[in-house]
């Protein structure tokens, strides 16, 4: 029996020794590329587009931190505590409030997968590129989608919003607090209401307003609000912040059909985030340096408070309109109360290319700024004063590179 056993054991070996032979005998195909043989350098820069934003010492610093495991009771109390910052930030109690493992895009989408369903009809502000985005993914998702087209600059109107609301009945409004392609802060005062009116849900993306400007997620009536982490709060791109109401969580619960993201799907996000009070169950790995650095994030506009962030803002970019008018500037945006205070767009001057002014800040100063996006791609010039960008010193060193940008880049004086 021994020496059945060793001769089996031999031949085995022999036969794995082979399996591993024949896994090493085919050639590389691909050899390591020499770029990765050269150490990673990162220019230095300041970021004054509309996001990202440049990373606060603090937040860089939680980036540096080692790993731990996503299911931890450690890391189970950083996510209890970016639970916290968000319904501080939002100003809101929904206990179902969290971060998802994406940017912006991803809680847009998050949003929309849990509360369209196919044939839902769904009324969208399309007054800049995200309202544009938004009426895609409900299209695609099979829901009827009725855009309310705006000039770019424009906002809308209560009466505008109900005129909709009548013809169209949906169950899902779609706004933009802050347009960040067109530099126009949306007023939100009344829609919650107007919308809750008319059977219909709230949905509004607060990605380059959040921290800047004023928004009141309960007071408002605002039934989904999501952001980034990249904008006002200066922390590294690829987390989102999001929150559901009670009457929004019913609209996820009553569902006749699965949402279409197993990876989005709120309910089980709600769970991995604690916010059912059940035992939490895995449902994917959390990027934990990300929510590292969101909640060094969120800390630190606790710190500073959000009435003093919104008054740094509001303060920072009067400045900058004041400097852009000593160039000879136009603003973009016509009217001062739907100017948005965390982006500001400049009309791009006649005979000038917007693309040789941005890259003339780049490649001469080390500043970006950026042209316009969506349906003001050539109109505008977008200037991002976000967080701890939004300073005194930094439009003086935007403005001085401005003057000289315009100075040298060529003009058609035709």
Same mark, same amino acid.
């Given at each position: 029996?021994?020496?059945?056993?060793?001769?089996?054991?031999?031949?085995?070996?022999?036969?794995?020794?082979?399996?591993v032979g024949n896994m090493a005998s085919h050639q590389l195909l691909v050899q390591p590329p020499d770029a990765l043989r050269r150490p990673l350098r990162v220019p230095s820069r300041l970021l004054l587009g509309p996001g990202p934003s440049n990373l606060q010492p603090r937040v860089q610093a939680a980036g540096g931190l080692q790993v731990i495991g996503h299911m931890h009771k450690e890391m189970f109390q950083v996510m209890d505590d970016i639970k916290q910052g968000i319904q501080y930030v939002f100003q809101t109690r929904n206990a179902l409030t969290l971060a998802v493992s994406g940017a912006g895009h991803c809680a847009l989408e998050t949003a929309l997968f849990n509360l369209l369903e196919p044939g839902d009809s769904f009324l969208v502000g399309a007054n800049g590129v995200w309202g544009q985005r938004a009426a895609e993914i409900g299209e695609r998702i099979g829901a009827r989608v009725h855009p309310m087209i705006k000039e770019p600059g424009g *906002?809308?109107?209560? /009466?505008? @919003?109900?005129?909709?609301?009548? /013809?169209?009945? =949906?169950?899902?409004?779609?706004?933009?607090?802050?347009?960040?392609?067109?530099? @126009?802060?949306?007023?939100?005062?009344?829609?919650g209401e107007? *919308?809750?009116?008319? &059977?219909?849900?709230?949905?509004?993306?607060?990605?380059?307003?959040?921290?800047?400007?004023?928004?009141?997620?309960?007071?408002?009536? $605002?039934? @989904?609000?999501?952001?980034?982490? &990249?904008?006002?709060?200066?922390? =590294?791109?690829? @987390?989102?912040?999001? #929150?559901?109401? #009670?009457?929004?969580? #019913?609209?996820?619960?009553?569902?006749?059909t699965k949402p279409f993201s197993f990876y989005?799907?709120?309910? *089980?996000?709600?769970?991995?985030?604690?916010?059912?009070?059940?035992?939490?169950?895995?449902?994917?790995?959390?990027? $934990?340096?990300?929510?590292? *650095?969101?909640?060094?994030?969120?800390?630190?506009?606790?710190e500073q408070g959000l009435e003093a962030s919104w008054r740094r803002h509001r303060e920072a970019s009067a400045y900058l309109h004041s400097r852009l008018r000593e160039l000879g500037l136009q603003l973009f945006v016509k009217d001062p109360a739907t100017r948005l205070h965390t982006v500001t767009t400049v009309a791009v001057p006649a005979g000038y290319h917007s693309r040789d002014l941005t890259s003339y800040l780049m490649d001469r100063h080390g500043i970006e700024i950026t042209g316009g996006?969506?349906?003001?791609l050539g109109k505008v010039l977008r200037i991002g004063l976000l967080g701890g960008n939004a300073t005194r010193e930094n439009v003086d060193r935007l403005a001085e590179a401005l003057r000289e940008a315009l100075q040298c880049c060529p003009r058609n004086r035709l």
């Open positions: 029996m021994f020496r059945a056993l060793t001769k089996a054991s031999v031949l085995w070996a022999r036969r794995a020794a082979g399996w *906002c809308y109107t209560l /009466q505008e @919003v109900e005129k909709g609301l009548a /013809q169209h009945k =949906p169950v899902l409004l779609f706004l933009t607090h802050g347009e960040s392609s067109t530099g @126009v802060m949306q007023p939100l005062d009344g829609f107007l *919308c809750h009116r008319h &059977q219909c849900l709230l949905l509004v993306d607060a990605v380059a307003s959040l921290g800047g400007v004023p928004i009141y997620m309960d007071q408002q009536g $605002i039934d @989904v609000l999501y952001a980034g982490s &990249q904008k006002v709060l200066n922390g =590294p791109p690829g @987390v989102s912040l999001i #929150s559901f109401s #009670s009457k929004a969580k #019913s609209k996820v619960s009553a569902r006749k989005m799907d709120v309910m *089980c996000l709600a769970n991995l985030w604690g916010c059912d009070d059940e035992a939490r169950i895995f449902h994917h790995t959390t990027p $934990i340096i990300g929510l590292f *650095c969101l909640r060094e994030s969120l800390a630190l506009i606790v996006l969506g349906p003001s």
